[in-house]
């Protein structure tokens, strides 16, 4: 789990050196959806410094893959 987030955060930090990009209004609504009431203070935060689509989208992968109970399967049943 830790090891996920040191690569989640080192990803933002990178991706926010490459340049500054605004997101999509696609994007910004994913956070509104009914993921809100799974999200925790931290995400929500992380979430909120988002610059551009690719981080929100490397975000949301972990998102998902941080909740998958049998990482193993092809399946997210959480998600599911």
Known sequence: MK???TIFAATIVLAAAAGFAQLSMAKADWARGPV???MT???VAQWNA???????DQF???FWAK???SPGTPQNEFRA
């Open 41 to 43: 203070k931290d995400e």
């Open 67 to 69: 909740r998958d109970p």
């Open 36 to 38: 809100q009431y799974f």
């Open 60 to 62: 949301i992968v972990l």
């Open 50 to 56: 988002l610059k551009s689509d690719a981080e929100a």
């Open 3 to 5: 090891f996920r987030i």
